[in-house]
């Protein structure tokens, strides 16, 4: 079983600042990361697909991935309330029988307060 | 397009009872996924389909659970002789499964509204 680990928070920031999430991942071999956004009561919202080492930006979204430390994290700058949910990380093997299978962590909770 | 649908939205049942819970995909998908999510928890997988058959469908918890996805399309997910246990949300995606250029990469998945099945 793939362990996909974030810290389930609150993590709490004010409006405006740069909010910083982390997931690590125990299979090395993976190289499908993916960042979902869930506002409560309603289904998971992709964010941030990463597949190479180093940062993507789409926005006000960086995702960062370090492949050898096997972490993958996930910035917001300029937080807006809006961004007030839970984030999961998701991370997928590429090989053999569990080609195509996402594994999510427990999430995390961020609270911007204005 | 639409995106991936899921009913019912909500589902009340009582212990014991067959269910039934329907997902459409987005058009075009090939793979198709279903989750169960409890709360405060991520997402647990079930089953995965691509095309018709399940390609992985280690993640069922047991013989009471079954899914089918007949034409490559539409996929139900069976539940028999329902317990309080299974009270969750059941979360359907779908997927390319190729990320474009990227042979053998997985494409990110495509959430449905969810089903909240209560079981009492």
Same mark, same amino acid.
């Given at each position: !079983?793939?362990? @996909?680990?974030?810290?389930?928070?609150?993590?709490?920031? &004010?409006?405006?600042?740069?909010?910083?999430?982390?997931?690590?991942?125990?299979?090395?071999?993976?190289?499908?990361?993916?960042?979902?956004?869930?506002?409560?009561?309603?289904?998971?919202?992709?964010?941030?697909?990463?597949?190479?080492?180093?940062?993507?930006?789409?926005?006000?979204?960086?995702? !960062?991935?370090?492949?050898?430390?096997?972490?993958?994290?996930?910035?917001?700058?300029?937080? !807006? *309330?809006?961004?007030?949910?839970?984030?999961?990380?998701?991370?997928?093997?590429?090989?053999?029988?569990?080609?195509?299978?996402?594994?999510? %962590?427990? %999430? +995390?909770?961020? +609270?911007?307060? &204005? | 397009?639409?995106? @991936?649908?899921?009913? &019912?939205?909500?589902?009340?049942?009582?212990?014991?009872?067959?269910?039934?819970?329907?997902?459409?995909?987005? /058009?075009?998908?090939?793979?198709?996924?279903?989750?169960?999510?409890?709360?405060?928890?991520? *997402?647990?997988?079930?089953?995965?389909? !691509? %095309?018709?058959?399940?390609?992985?469908?280690?993640?069922?918890?047991?013989?009471?659970?079954?899914?089918?996805? *007949?034409? %490559?399309?539409?996929?139900?997910?069976?539940?028999?002789?329902?317990?309080?246990?299974?009270?969750?949300?059941?979360?359907?995606?779908?997927?390319?499964?190729?990320?474009?250029?990227?042979?053998?990469?997985? /494409?990110?998945?495509?959430?449905?509204?969810?089903?909240?099945?209560?079981? +009492?």
């Amino acid at each position: !079983q793939k362990e @996909v680990e974030q810290n389930s928070g609150p993590l709490s920031v &004010p409006e405006g600042a740069i909010a910083s999430l982390n997931c690590t991942y125990s299979d090395r071999v993976s190289q499908s990361f993916f960042w979902y956004r869930q506002y409560s009561g309603k289904s998971p919202e992709l964010i941030m697909s990463i597949y190479s080492n180093g940062d993507k930006e789409d926005g006000r979204f960086t995702a !960062q991935l370090n492949n050898a430390s096997q972490y993958v994290s996930l910035l917001i700058r300029d937080s !807006q *309330p809006s961004d007030s949910a839970t984030y999961l990380c998701a991370v997928t093997a590429d090989r053999g029988s569990t080609l195509g299978r996402l594994y999510f %962590g427990r %999430g +995390t909770q961020l +609270t911007v307060w &204005p | 397009g639409a995106g @991936v649908s899921q009913t &019912p939205s909500n589902k009340v049942t009582e212990k014991g009872k067959y269910v039934e819970l329907r997902c459409d995909p987005i /058009s075009g998908h090939t793979a198709l996924y279903w989750y169960r999510q409890s709360l405060g928890q991520g *997402p647990e997988f079930l089953i995965y389909f !691509q %095309g018709t058959g399940a390609a992985d469908d280690s993640g069922l918890p047991n013989d009471r659970f079954f899914a089918v996805r *007949p034409e %490559g399309s539409v996929s139900t997910l069976k539940i028999q002789r329902t317990e309080r246990g299974d009270s969750a949300v059941y979360l359907c995606a779908s997927s390319l499964k190729y990320a474009r250029g990227r042979a053998g990469r997985i /494409s990110p998945l495509h959430f449905g509204n969810g089903t909240r099945l209560t079981v +009492t």
